[in-house]
Nanobody, 128 residues
């Protein structure tokens, strides 16, 4: 059974930091791009960051560029999201996802429809 399990969410004051982790089990995703998305109440799920299978290419939403960093450890079958300078508008449930498509070593996608596996999400709340 394939599982993606997020952890590291919580309540933090504006300006603070959190590091989200996503642990995969049931299969290896070391050859696949991974992504982070988020969904605030009443909003659609939106792209946050993505990383190619070899970690050589990363993509970020404009709203988080310069504040968030995505990374991965293929030996641990894990992906991370370091979030700095958090803002109240970053409040959302954060999901990690695995993309089974392969379009080259630097491929990753910003589209939720590209991702085949999703975690259950972890809540991030940023207070002002």
């Amino acid at each position: 059974q394939v599982q993606l399990v997020e952890s590291g969410g919580g309540l933090v004051q504006a300006g603070g930091s959190l590091r989200l982790s996503c642990a995969a089990s049931g299969r290896t995703f070391s050859s696949h791009a991974m992504g982070w998305f988020r969904q605030a109440p009443g909003e659609e799920r939106e792209f946050v960051a993505a990383i190619s299978w070899n970690g050589g290419s990363t993509r970020y939403a404009d709203s988080v560029k310069g504040r968030f960093t995505i990374s991965r450890d293929n030996a641990k079958n894990a992906v991370y999201l370091q979030m700095n300078s958090l803002k109240p508008e970053d409040t959302a449930v954060y999901y990690c996802a695995a993309d089974l498509n392969y379009n080259g070593p630097y491929y990753s996608s910003t589209a939720p429809s590209s991702y085949a596996y999703w975690g259950q999400g972890t809540q991030v709340t940023v207070s002002s």
